[in-house]
Nanobody
Framework: QVQLVESGGGLVQPGGSLRLSCAAS????????MGWYRQAPGKQRELVAGISSGGSTNYADSVKGRFTISRDNAKNTVYLQMNSLKPEDTAVYYC??????????WGQGTQVTVSS
């Protein structure tokens, strides 16, 4: 079965950087669209960034120019490089995979806290 395991979250000061990783298994990784979502306390889960099987990317306006999503098909891993972090980036970040039939799969989430 599809498994997505996130890592790389933690506590960082405003202006700092983190890189999240999501290791996938049980799937043909290269044909899946991948994405990162986040959910802050009391808010709905929102799309942060996505990358298609072909490598096209899209970002939420709030993270454009600061976050970069990438994928390594040889390692079955998707990354989210987060720079210039702000307190409002604090949330649980979830890895998402969508197969060619638009069936979604989710990781368990990793906490990112931006605070001084």
């Amino acid at each position: 079965q599809v498994q997505l395991v996130e890592s790389g979250g933690g506590l960082v000061q405003p202006g700092g950087s983190l890189r999240l990783s999501c290791a996938a298994s049980g799937m043909i990784f290269s044909i899946y669209g991948m994405g990162w979502y986040r959910q802050a306390p009391g808010k709905q889960r929102e799309l942060v960034a996505g990358i298609s099987s072909g490598g096209s990317t899209n970002y939420a306006d709030s993270v454009k120019g600061r976050f970069t999503i990438s994928r390594d098909n040889a390692k079955n891993t998707v990354y989210l490089q987060m720079n210039s972090l702000k307190p409002e980036d604090t949330a649980v970040y979830y890895c998402n995979a969508v197969n060619p039939f638009n069936v979604p799969f989710w990781g368990q989430g990793t906490q990112v806290t931006v605070s001084s």
